[in-house]
């Protein structure tokens, strides 16, 4: 093993089994601990995503996100934090239009959404606002390069008994389909308000609808393989059978949304179960999600790649302020700003 491997690998015990965190008090995987991550959040799949979006953030320029490395690295500037895990998680926090904000990419699919939203949940106090800003397919004849805002999402997996065997007697269906869970409304709303006003003068289309998450780029979304079994043939017919106005299919929204209906003080006050809870703290997370719709699953086009910076430019600033815009209450019930990556940002702006 090399010295640099050993260095990477060696440096940090974790204490607890159950919700392992190091001596820095940082999460195994995100691996940020408390006042590194904003109460308002981005989460982006790619890395690429995360530093463009990163230089819409005051006083950031180009240079400071020009990062050759490839991780695990943390640097904190006076006006820019950013923390690479060993895991690939990056995190760039620092101010918009002087709003303490995150961004985090977190790469593909659901148990990373699920990594991600609890290891950030765990480090942050008070509520909390995350805006998944993805890529996705449409079911609907919309073109390629036009946006879409996410209504609500259900989540598609492959039924994998069915296909070793198991529970065909049963008669089960290859893939399964869920009810579906709905955004926060106020934060839809910011969402499309804000990215029809960034989109409109550059003739970009915007579209609201329910989403699709699968899991699986290709067979839970009914592309065909011939290297596997799937059995997909009739699953954009059976979603849209479950789902009428299913509108775009990814992989991590559902997550989102399910997760915030998951925490705990919105659980128990949705079941009326206030009284009853242990704990009285609003971990509450505001969810929405938007995404660059890369693939016409009807007429089978993708994106012409000049299309993106354009379009990932026009949706940060609208994502951005929308994210600003939500009321998330009193700001001590947040992250303190004493102590945070942010604090230095804050206090330099107002001098
Ligand atoms: C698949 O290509 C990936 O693209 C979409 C899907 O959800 C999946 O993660 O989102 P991102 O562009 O955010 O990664
Ligand atoms: N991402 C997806 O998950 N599906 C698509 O069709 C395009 C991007």
């Not at 790619?46 to 320029?61: G, K, L, M, T």
């Not at 995350?130 to 390069?145: A, H, M, N, P, Y």
């Not at 505001?286 to 012409?304: C, E, P, Q, Y």
Request: aromatic share 10%.
């Amino acid at each position: 093993m090399s010295a640099e491997i050993k260095k990477v690998y060696l440096s940090h015990d974790f204490e607890s089994a159950n919700f392992p965190l190091d001596e820095e008090g940082r999460t195994y995987h995100v691996s940020t601990r408390p006042g590194e991550v904003a109460n308002r959040v981005i989460t982006v799949g790619d890395h690429y995503r995360a530093f463009q979006i990163a230089q819409y953030f005051d006083n950031v320029s180009i240079k400071d996100l020009n990062i050759k490395d490839g991780g695990p690295y943390k640097i904190t500037k006076s006006n820019v934090f950013i923390y690479m895990s060993k895991r690939k998680f990056l995190t760039i926090t620092g101010t918009y239009k002087g709003v303490p904000v995150s961004v985090v990419a977190i790469c593909m699919g659901m148990p990373m959404m699920d990594f991600f939203l609890r290891e950030v949940r765990y480090v942050v106090k008070g509520p909390m606002a995350i805006v998944r800003f993805g890529s996705c397919g449409t079911v609907k004849d919309i073109e390629t390069g036009s946006v879409a805002v996410a209504t609500g999402s259900f989540m598609i997996s492959r039924n994998y008994d069915y296909f070793t065997g198991n529970d065909r007697e049963n008669e089960t269906s290859p893939y399964l389909i869920t009810d579906s869970c709905s955004a926060d409304s106020e934060l839809q709303e910011l969402l499309y308000k804000n990215l029809k006003r960034e989109c409109d003068s550059a003739k970009i289309k915007v579209v609201k609808g329910l989403n699709g998450s699968a899991d699986s780029f290709y067979s839970s979304q009914g592309r065909y393989d011939t290297n596997f079994v799937d059995s997909n043939e009739e699953l954009i017919n059976d979603i849209k059978k479950k789902h009428p106005d299913c509108l775009t299919l990814e992989m991590e929204t559902y997550g989102l949304f399910h997760m915030a209906k998951c925490c705990t003080s919105t659980y128990n006050k949705e079941q009326n179960k206030a009284k009853r809870s242990k704990s009285s703290k609003n971990n509450e997370i505001k969810a929405g999600a938007t995404t660059m719709i890369f693939a016409n699953r009807v007429d089978n086009t993708f994106i012409a790649s000049e299309k993106i910076p354009v379009l990932q430019e026009r949706m940060t600033k609208g994502i951005l302020d929308a994210l600003i815009e939500l009321d998330l209450g009193d700001d001590d019930d947040l992250q303190p700003l004493e102590g945070s990556v942010w604090e230095s940002m804050i206090k330099n702006s107002q001098n």
